[in-house]
């Protein structure tokens, strides 16, 4: 019988902020994931990197800034830097989690590049705050080498496109380990953002949701679930306001009639949402699941969470 497949996204709880944070957070995001590999559940694990590639991209400008002669570092680099380095972590915590409990598989991190659409939307309207904080000066810098910039609360940051993923690059890669049973970590913080331009790959000045990501990323592994961990139990309609409501199921008609009505804010739950509606599509057996990451395992037995489906 073929082993259920799962793609599990997880959030920023999962992984802390600094480095210190990070190797905490990941003992026990390992623990939750073997929890759902000791099911006997095949996985793919994809993560966010918002803090970790914002880090990276401050420090690389701030070197360049002290030593001109080296080049700036694009932000398709920061992105593959931060996969590398959070992947490190979790493959590691989570080996050591399964061997604890007896479990030999191996785990791998592949490096993922997502291409986009030059011609999206998003390259028009950048959105993504990120990088250090600047002087006007120093953002008047960045607008000549093309970049683009916006005024914060504390001072000028620079901010890049959020496009849609459209395919994966290493998508055979990762089918082939999980196939055989491999525990994989791909398409972190959305990937790599790449321009396909004949037969080269060309870096964009972007950043993936990495939500959106993880909807791709499970569409094209034609797997069961989409599992995206997140700091709620459960979805929920008015949420902070008195008329809070907590969901315990939803399907993908009332899921987007709520994202028409502004239920779901941006930035937050609502790439959450529209990934667990994409990977669903019109498939009758295909399911998404919503919750907090230390709530994962009962989510899958069915006692807490929100679940999505046709």
């Known amino acids: 019988m073929r082993k259920k497949k799962i793609v599990i996204a997880l959030g920023h709880e999962a992984l802390g902020t600094t480095l210190p944070d990070q ?36 420090a690389m400008s701030e070197f360049c800034r002290l030593y001109p002669e080296y080049t700036a570092t694009p932000m398709s680099v920061c992105s593959a830097m931060s996969q590398g380095y959070i992947g490190y972590d979790l493959q590691n915590e989570i080996r050591t989690e399964l061997l604890n409990r007896g479990i030999y598989k191996t785990v791998s991190t592949i490096l993922t590049q997502v291409c986009v659409d030059p011609y999206d939307e998003a390259f028009y309207h950048p959105s993504k705050v990120i990088g250090r904080v600047m002087t006007k000066e120093e953002a008047e810098v960045e607008e000549k080498k093309g970049n683009h910039v916006v005024e914060t609360e504390h001072g000028w940051r620079r901010i890049v496109a959020a496009p849609k993923p459209v395919d994966i690059v290493e998508i055979d890669a990762i089918r082939a380990l999980s196939d055989a049973d491999q525990i994989v970590i791909a398409c972190g913080g959305g990937g790599i953002p790449v321009l396909t331009q004949a037969n080269k790959l060309k870096g964009a000045s972007a950043v993936i949701e990495k939500d959106l990501a993880a909807g791709k990323l499970a569409e094209m592994l034609d797997a069961d679930m989409l599992v995206i961990l997140t700091g709620e139990d459960k979805v929920c309609l008015n949420y902070n306001t008195a008329e809070e409501k907590p969901l315990d199921a939803l399907t993908v008609a009332q899921a987007r009639t709520y994202m028409e009505e502004g239920q779901f804010e941006e930035g937050t739950i609502l790439p959450k949402i529209q990934a667990a509606v994409d990977f669903i599509g019109d498939s009758a057996v295909k399911t998404a699941l919503i919750t907090r990451l230390d709530k994962s395992k009962e989510a899958m037995e069915g006692t807490t969470g929100t679940v999505i489906r046709k």
């Open 23 to 58: 190797k905490v957070a990941v003992r026990k995001t390992a623990k939750a994931v073997a929890d759902l590999i000791e099911e006997d559940y095949q996985v793919v694990i994809t993560h966010s990197n918002g803090p970790q590639v914002g880090m990276i991209h401050t």
